[in-house]
Each structure stands twice: as C-alpha cells, then as structure tokens.
C-alpha cells in the first residue's frame, strides 16, 4: 500500500483553521501573570507580554485604547495582573497573542467583591437613604476641612475659597489620607470638628491617587463616621472618575476638592451685586412710594374746626327733620287707619238699623228676640232710634 494521502493546506488557510481553534476555544479566558515589555503605541494601544511567574512562558498581548481607557491606573513593568481576553491569531507573523478586554490587578476581583459586599451591608442600614441627605448651608460661618496637611487637595481649597469669599474661617483637622491607619485619623478628624469646631459643613477629601491610595475612604469606620456626623458633610475624594464608599454616605459628593470649595462656599462679589440690586430696587420702591403718598397729601384740603362743627350742625337739622317728617308720616298713617275701623265699627252699630224705623224691645233689660217669651202684662222697653218708649203686653203670643 502507498502512503495515505492527507488534505493539504495553504499557509493562509492553515493559519485560519488555527485562528478559528484558538479563538473559538479561547474567546473568554483569564490569565495571570507578570507584566513584561510594556509599550504604549502613539495610536494609544498597549503592547505587553505576560510572564509566567512559576515558568519560562511568555504570553503575547494587545491592549487596544477603546478598552484600555477603563483602567485607572497604567500598568508597568513587573505588576501582576489577572487579565481577560481571548485568543487571536495574527496571520502576517503566524503568531498568536492575547487581545484583552480587562485588566485588574491581583487581588482586585476579591476586594471589589468584598467592596459591593459592606456596600450592601451599609446601604441595608440606611447609611446611604436619600432621604436623610442634609441641605448645605448657604452661608456658612465656618468650613472644617478633613485632609492632610501637606496634600495638594487643602492647597486646592484654600485657593478657591480664598478666591470667593476672602476671610471665611477655615478649621482644619489633619490626618493622614492613605496607608495603614489612615481610617483612623479620618474618623478621630471627622468626631473632632463635630465635637470642638464651630463649623457649618465638613469637607472630607484627598487629591487623586490610586486605587490603592483612596481605599481607606472605603474603610467601614470611616463611612460610619461621615453618615454620623451632625455637621453636613461633602465627600471629595480623588477625580471625577474615583468612587468611594463616602461619596455615598456624605451629604454631597463634589467630583474634585476644588469642586467641594466651589459648592459650599459663596461668591461674595455675585452676592454683592445681587445685595446692590436689591438695594436699588427698594431704594426706588420707596421713592415711588413716598410720591404716592405725598400727591394723596397734596389733594386732601385742611379745613378749619368751625367748619367741621358748622357741617355736623347742618347734618344734624338734616336728621331733625327727617326724623319729624317720618313721625309725622307715621302720625297720619295712624290716624286714617283709626278712621277706617271706626266707620267699620259705625257700618255694624244696631243704631244704624234704628234709623231705618226699626226699634229695639227690651224686656228687664234684655233684647226680645222672640214673642213666644212674653205673656200679658209684661212691661216692654221700646228703644227707638230717637227717644225711648214704656209699653205693656196686652196679649200674649199667638193671639194675632
């Protein structure tokens, strides 16, 4: 038998199916090692190898600028660093490398863990409620800053403050702002401007640095402390960029220290003129005011007392004969209406009916109504409309 024949391949092609086998296996993979050759690229690339610190391998890698803008801190030589990529072949050199998407640093992965977890815990607290955020003073007596000493970040405050409003009150409370026993000396600064310094707001900040250098503002003491404190406070920790656990529980968090000077101290020269406004508007109110008052005072005429007692004796008469008039009109209505009820009571009198020859008889003193009453003998009173006359009953009723 001759020999098998096998499938051949071009270069280009085999070094395809190689890159398709890498990148389809290792599309997502992490990789530890030590930084070696490392390279920045006028496009902004990063060009590295990764040393393997047990072995003698060297792992290619890329970095391209889109992801490496995400990474605080440029590596250098020697770091140790967990990276995640995948594998691409690069045909022109029928090398491989590793093309990375992110970078950290070792031990990184565990503390953002253990970060996200106190982060949780303290917010479960309430520690970072909205709700209890405090307003800034807007003119504050005095400002207390919690930094240190010798930082950049005091010089940048002073600076601006000094620049707004000249003269306002510093307290500062010094204390170390990175390294061991940093959380400390900012809680023991934070609890001293609270207990001694007669300040309006607390400034508790750094400049930039890495993110080894601002972790101790993630220290839980240290947050603890600024969510507790009566005085507001205004986290401004490193960059715009640098987040920290007490940018969370402070009042309000500024992007830098100078930021944090801007916010809670005022602009005395836009002050002034806004007061030099104000006072020119009242100035011309009561300007406007007092022209009012002074035409009104113009039109009103003084007049003499005698004027005033003539004026109430007319207006006097005036009510006098009203007064007569209405009693008199009274008076008349009275007596027309006793008219009527006395001709009404006259239209009624049995002496009306008198004067028609009719005639009333009385028997002791009672009016007859009816014959049947009387017998003979009976004396009658007859009552004419004019005169009386005395009868006697000759025969009793039914006799007619």
């Known amino acids: 038998m001759g020999p098998v024949e096998t499938e051949k391949y071009t270069v280009a ?25 490392f390279k920045v690229a006028a496009s902004g690339h990063w060009y590295f190898s990764l040393k393997d610190q047990e072995d003698d391998a060297v792992l290619n890698c890329a970095m391209f600028a889109g992801a490496n803008r995400s990474v605080r801190q440029r590596p250098k030589d020697g770091d140790v660093v967990l990276l995640r990529g995948g594998i691409d072949v690069y ?15 070792t031990g990184a992965g565990e503390l953002a863990r253990k970060l996200e977890e106190l982060r949780q815990k303290l917010a479960a607290e309430g520690l970072f409620d909205p709700a209890k955020k405090r307003p800034l003073p807007q003119y504050p007596r005095a400002v207390g800053v919690v930094t240190s000493p ?23 409370a010094p204390c170390r702002v990175q390294g061991d026993g940093a959380a ?3 809680v023991a600064a934070v609890k001293l401007l609270n207990d001694h310094a007669k300040v309006d707001v607390i400034l508790v900040g750094r400049g930039g640095g890495s993110a080894e250098d601002l972790f101790c503002f993630n220290e839980e003491i240290v947050v603890r402390a600024v969510a507790a404190s009566r005085i507001p406070t205004v986290s401004c920790v490193g960059h715009e960029v640098d987040i920290t656990l007490c940018d969370f529980a402070a009042d309000v ?8 000077a801007e916010i809670v101290t005022p602009e005395r020269d836009a002050l002034s003129v806004w007061v030099d406004e104000r006072h020119e508007r009242l100035v ?33 008469v005036e009510l006098g004969d009203r007064l007569r008039n209405a009693m008199a009109r009274r008076q008349e209505r009275r007596r ?21 020859g009719y005639a009333i008889a009385l028997h002791a003193g009672h009016p007859v109504t009816d014959a049947k009453t009387l017998k003979a003998g009976d004396e009658l009173d007859l009552r004419f409309a004019k005169g009386r006359a005395a009868v006697v009953v000759k025969r009793p009723a039914g006799l007619f």
Request: charged share 30%; aromatic share 6%; net charge positive.
């Open 13 to 37: 092609g085999l070094v395809g199916e190689i890159n398709d086998v890498l990148s389809g296996e290792f599309d997502d993979v992490w990789v530890e090692g030590e930084i070696g050759g």
């Open 284 to 316: 011309t109110a009561m300007q406007r005011r007092v022209r009012v008052l002074r035409d009104r005072l113009a039109r009103v005429r003084l007049q003499h007392p005698r004027q005033r007692i003539e004026r109430y004796r007319q207006r006097q």
């Open 91 to 105: 045909a022109p050199r029928g090398s491989f490398s590793l093309k990375v998407r992110r970078l950290e640093y």
């Open 336 to 356: 027309e209406r006793l008219a009527a009820l006395c001709r009404q009571l006259d239209a009624l009198s049995p002496l009306k009916v008198l004067d028609r």
């Open 150 to 172: 010798t930082g950049a970040a005091l010089h940048d405050i002073l600076r601006v403050m000094q620049g707004r409003w000249p003269g306002l009150p510093v307290y500062l």
């Open 253 to 260: 968090r500024a992007a830098t220290p100078s930021n944090a």
């Open 184 to 186: 400390q000396e900012i």
